[in-house]
């Protein structure tokens, strides 16, 4: 059920200083597919994740968008092409109400002045279609559970129709349930076209609604796994870099040896 | 929590079960989407009908911490109760009248401090910012014979133009605000005894605008009523026409009791106050201004994007940049209205006692206007809060004033009152946030 690619980088390196956060990355989405991306510590997922979004600027490779080569280089300019990022402190305004933060940035309005009604409508149509369940669209976002405010982050990013939408740990901070609701949305938005990028540390996570793995490991392409023919040891192994064949090993050597 | 729904090609609707907890098992067909089942939260705290239904919703705001309005108006009642008890010419038509327009120039001046209030910062500078443009006022059109519009509008701009200082100062270079407006209530204060000059003191003509604003009083029986009668009527067709909007796009809306409650109790409230003004002279028109401010700029805060902009910034700075709001721009448009609203204030004082004078936006008028804002119910701590507070607060610490006026209290012991019911305050909104972080609604 996966279509056409989306987005698409190609060779793209990023150096902060004397670290190279990352190198030479290639990596593809597409409609329909959940990318996991996983990797350890350092591996380079927020700086990917932040090149994409426009936060930080490659130093070199494109960003291809539909075939062909963009430059992002602001949140807003991401945002316009499509590709919305929920990121792991989520940035919800505690005193608005859920409509408040759904639209936040976007209000609609009619004459000048808020339309309550038709944001309220929207929010629930929004949220129904997700099959997102909150105990009332005017309640501050404070009284939310964690996985509630989760959802919510999530249906946020959906208000401007993305193409691709970007999960920075969606499920960290969630206990089990909670993270069986954020998974089942995941599935919804695949299940909806749309092309999502998976950043998390819980391979059972991964494992359960990942279509692709991509591993980082020191801010390289460790490895594009098909979920189905993968097993998870294979991808932890990918992970922490015991895989072990001439390959990585004559890599490891090149980029440790020159200055 | 192990079973994974593999997605929304399954057509099904479970009912909830039993334990409540919707999760993959209450997965609604995915494209059909909207007009799917408007299901409802088992766990939703549904209102009551009736009377019982309003006692109960009552009870768990108050327990949850969501006070609102209640403390300042039971302050209020309890105050009015006392210095009513101990000296009946505290509530006579003549005090009250007095008090509605005594409260003006502080309550101008906390309408601009409820702003920033908003975003969870201070402004300290508004008593010298309210001093400062009320000399400039007085200076262009006594001392200069400049025209008085002219020299309002002056007064006016120099106010919005000390608010963009601090504001660029506060946003753009990143100085705390508390510090930009400490640093500025001394050197506004200052730069206002250079205004001022050698003399000291600048009387008003009298016959200036700014003179007529505070002197005039409508007299006619119809006036203050008729401003009653329009504010409910106001009240009432907004809350039916937003009932109807709500009921014809299907989404829920007030139910015609509680509309009808509402209008009730606010005109039960606006007729007092007109029977009582229309005791004495009549309808005050430094009453009636500071009604229209509030009302504007409370629409400006609930019903346009720049107030919804103003409460997100209140809650959340790094929430609102991500949400593209230009950051910068509101709180230097925040500081800049506080200010434009010290000068507004400024000027109603400085009629109060028709001159501007070396003592003009000094002693405790900053003091008494950020309590006013606090007290009326906005929270220090940012994103809650409403323009009626600083009616509320000004009504607060003018009733205690002319109270203990009445009394013959001396200073001292006003200032020791007024300092205990702004602690007292304080207090409220501490606990309540505490209240409301227990509740899950802070």
């Known amino acids: 059920m996966t279509g056409e690619t989306v987005l698409a980088l190609r060779g793209v390196s990023k150096r902060f200083g004397a670290v190279q956060a990352l190198t030479d990355i290639e990596l593809e989405v597409r409609a329909g597919e959940v990318l996991a991306l996983v990797g350890d510590n350092g591996a380079g997922k927020s700086t990917l994740v932040k090149s994409i979004a426009g936060v930080h600027q490659p130093d070199e490779g494109t960003i ?5 080569p963009v430059s992002v280089h602001r949140p807003q300019d991401a945002q316009q092409l499509g590709i919305a990022t929920v990121y792991q402190d989520l940035a919800l305004c505690d005193n608005l109400d859920v409509v408040g933060n759904l639209f936040l940035g976007r209000e609609i309005r009619r004459f000048a002045v808020l339309d309550e009604v038709a944001m309220e409508k929207r929010s629930r149509s929004l949220l129904d279609t997700l099959s997102i369940r909150i105990p009332s669209v005017r309640i501050p976002v404070a009284s939310l559970s964690g996985g509630q405010r989760q959802v919510v982050a999530i249906a946020r990013a959906l208000v401007g129709s993305p193409k691709v939408v970007m999960l920075d740990e969606p499920t960290a901070a969630l206990g089990v349930e909670q993270t069986a609701q954020v998974l089942d949305l995941v599935e919804r938005l695949r299940d909806q076209g749309l092309g999502v990028i998976l ?4 391979m059972a996570d991964v494992m359960a609604v990942a279509d692709t793995v991509a591993v980082l490991r020191l801010g390289r392409n460790n490895g594009v796994f098909d979920k189905r023919r993968t097993s998870q040891e294979e991808i932890i192994s990918a992970i922490t870099g015991a895989t072990d064949n ?3 090993r004559r890599e490891a050597r090149g980029t440790e040896g020159s200055p | 929590m192990t079973e994974q729904t593999p997605g929304g090609d399954e057509h099904r609707h479970v009912p909830l079960p039993e334990d409540s907890m919707p999760k993959g098992g209450v997965n609604a067909p995915v494209p059909v989407a909207a007009e799917a089942t408007p299901a409802v939260d088992p766990r939703l705290i549904v209102r009551q009908e009736g009377v019982k239904g309003y006692l109960g919703e009552f009870r768990r705001r108050i327990t949850s911490g969501e006070l609102g ?3 300042v108006v039971l302050a209020l009642i309890v105050i009015w109760a006392v210095f009513g008890s101990l000296n009946s010419s505290f509530l006579s038509a003549q005090n009250l009248s007095n008090l509605s327009q005594q409260i003006v120039g502080t309550g101008m001046i906390a309408i601009g401090v409820v702003f920033v209030l908003l975003l969870g910062e201070i402004d300290l500078s508004v008593g010298s910012v309210s001093g400062l443009c009320a000399a400039i006022f007085a200076v262009l059109n006594v001392t200069h014979g400049v025209n008085q519009w002219v020299a309002l509008l002056s007064a006016l701009v120099g106010g919005a133009v000390v608010g963009l200082i601090q504001g660029v100062f506060f946003a753009k270079v990143g100085v705390p605000a508390f510090v930009v407006t400490l640093a500025g209530n001394l050197g506004w204060n200052g730069l206002m005894l250079q205004v001022l000059g050698a003399n000291g003191t600048v009387n008003l003509s009298g016959k ?10 409508y007299s006619s029986q119809a006036a203050a009523y008729g401003v009653a009668v329009i504010g409910v009527l106001l009240f009432l067709g ?3 026409l937003d009932a109807r909007r709500r009921q014809a796009a299907g989404v829920p809306s007030r139910p015609v009791l509680d509309i009808a409650l509402r209008t009730a109790a606010i005109a039960v409230v606006a007729f007092l106050a007109a029977y009582t003004l229309n005791q004495y002279k009549g309808l005050p028109l430094a009453l009636l201004i500071f009604l229209v401010f509030i009302v504007v700029l409370d629409f400006v805060l609930r019903r346009t994007t720049y107030g919804r902009q103003v409460f997100a910034l209140g809650g959340n700075i790094e929430g609102a940049r991500r949400a593209g709001i230009n950051v910068s721009w509101i709180r230097i448009s925040v500081f800049t209205i506080c200010s434009t609203m010290a000068a507004v204030g400024g000027l109603f004082l400085a009629a109060q006692i028709q001159s501007a004078s070396q003592t003009s936006g000094g002693g405790n008028l ?24 600083a009616l509320l607060g000004a009504l ?10 009445i009394q013959g209290l001396s200073n001292a012991i006003q200032f020791m009152i007024t300092g205990a019911v702004l602690l007292a305050a304080v207090v409220v909104d501490s606990l309540a946030r505490r209240t409301q972080r227990a509740a899950g609604r802070a």
Do not use: C, K
């Not at chain 2, 607060?396 to 006026?405: D, E, W």
């Open chain 1, 199 to 202: 950043i998390s540390h819980n």
């Open chain 2, 208 to 217: 200036d605008i700014v003179s007529r604003l505070y002197s005039t009083i």
């Open chain 2, 238 to 240: 907004a809350s039916v």
């Open chain 2, 366 to 389: 900053l003091m008494n206007a950020i309590a006013a804002g606090v007290i009326g119910g906005t929270s220090l701590f940012g994103g809650r809060g409403s323009t009626w507070s």
């Open chain 1, 64 to 68: 291809e968008w539909q075939g062909r």
């Open chain 2, 69 to 71: 309005s209640l403390p």
């Open chain 2, 396 to 405: 607060v610490i003018g009733s205690i004033q002319s109270g203990m006026n």
């Open chain 1, 246 to 248: 001439a390959v990585t």
